[in-house]
Nanobody
Framework: QVQLVESGGGLVQPGGSLRLSCAASGSIFSINAMGWYRQAPGKQRELVATITNGGSTNYTDSVKGRFTISRDSAKNTVYLQMNSLKPEDTAVYYC??????????????WGQGTQVTVSS
């Protein structure tokens, strides 16, 4: 089992920045990749960014050039640096982890979510 805990959300003005953190615990050796998703009221949950154990990253088009996903292996933590924030970035942000298939059928793990509100 893997537990994910997000932090760092809050209220920020348009054009501002926030840094989200996701701390992983439990069977962290089984994680193959991690990422961030977000869900706004009345909207479907959407992918924001992913990072593999090999360090490859991918981003949704709407955040490219503004958001950066990174990791600190020593702290078992993944970060999402969000710059030039827009009101449309307002959502609950969820940390995600996917297990390595070598440990069994792939499993998705989710954090509890952290609220990000971009408003003047």
């Amino acid at each position: 089992q893997v537990q994910l805990v997000e932090s760092g959300g809050g209220l920020v003005q348009p054009g501002g920045s926030l840094r989200l953190s996701c701390a992983a615990s439990g069977s962290i050796f089984s994680i193959n990749a991690m990422g961030w998703y977000r869900q706004a009221p009345g909207k479907q949950r959407e992918l924001v960014a992913t990072i593999t154990n090999g360090g490859s990253t991918n981003y949704t088009d709407s955040v490219k050039g503004r958001f950066t996903i990174s990791r600190d292996s020593a702290k078992n933590t993944v970060y999402l640096q969000m710059n030039s924030l827009k009101p449309e970035d307002t959502a609950v942000y969820y940390c995600n982890a996917v297990s390595d298939p070598s440990w069994g059928p792939p499993v998705d793990y989710w954090g509890q979510g952290t609220q990000v509100t971009v408003s003047s």
